[in-house]
């Protein structure tokens, strides 16, 4: 099942840039979440959004700020961000109903803080 | 709370060889059990899921897991490997559906190196 593009595939920025990451899905899939993949670190859930309203934020610092303004996008806005922030930034989706079918993951944003 | 270990942090085989990756979960209930497998670089892709009913799961690539109740595991296997099955791959755990969306938890990877 494929169907989750993420923008860009890779960024550099500085500490002091803004930049926004951004993920789309056309699966009819009604939940969206941010993950962030470090290395040698297992993955770690940083938002949750359902029908587009936020249902989890797992202590993320506000340097990272997500938006979704509807069921089919979703972005994360960066602001000074700092190099422990080096990460692959992968966005997934999922579908609702009382069964778990796991998720859809983007190929993920490769982010380099410099 | 749901948890998944997966012991191996590396594994080599050789080109043609069985494989077997293994997981072990903690849930109160009937798990929902998935295998990820992610290329470098790459997002992560589904490679089977299990919810109910027949053990044995058949996913895709060849692929297939064996849920086993009384020692809580999960364990992946392919009867012969390919050079292009050099992957991580990771074991989740998920809970039903919570107000809509659904709570998955990774294991921590396993590093498959595949040698001629």
């Known amino acids: 099942e494929t169907g989750v593009t993420q923008t860009p595939r890779h960024l550099v920025m500085g500490m002091t840039n803004k930049k926004s990451l951004k993920c789309e899905q056309h699966l009819g899939h009604n939940a969206m979440y941010w993950y962030k993949q470090s290395a040698k670190k297992p993955l770690e859930l940083m938002f949750v959004y359902n029908f587009k309203e936020q249902t989890e934020n797992n202590s993320v610092p506000s340097r990272f700020s997500p938006e979704c303004p509807n069921s089919s996008h979703l972005f994360l806005h960066l602001h000074t961000l700092q190099p422990e922030d080096s990460a692959l930034y992968l966005c997934?989706?999922?579908?609702?109903?009382?069964?778990?079918?796991?998720?859809?993951f983007g190929s993920g944003t490769r982010l380099t803080v410099v | 709370a749901q948890s998944v270990t997966q012991p191996d942090i590396h594994i080599t085989v050789s080109e043609g060889a069985s494989l077997e990756l293994r997981c072990n979960y903690s849930y109160g209930a009937t798990p929902y059990l998935f295998w990820y497998v992610q290329s470098p670089g790459q997002g992560l892709q589904l490679l089977l899921k299990y919810f109910s009913g027949d053990t044995l799961v058949q996913g895709i690539k060849g692929f297939e897991a064996e849920f086993k109740r009384s020692q809580s595991s999960f364990n992946l296997r392919k009867p012969s490997v390919h050079w292009s099955d050099a992957a991580e791959y990771f074991c989740?755990?998920?809970?039903?559906?919570?107000?809509?969306?659904?709570?998955?938890?990774f294991g921590t990877g396993t590093k498959l190196q595949v040698i001629p």
């Open positions: 989740a755990v998920g809970s039903p559906n919570s107000g809509g969306y659904q709570k998955v938890t």
């Open positions: 997934a989706s999922s579908r609702g109903g009382a069964d778990n079918y796991g998720y859809t």
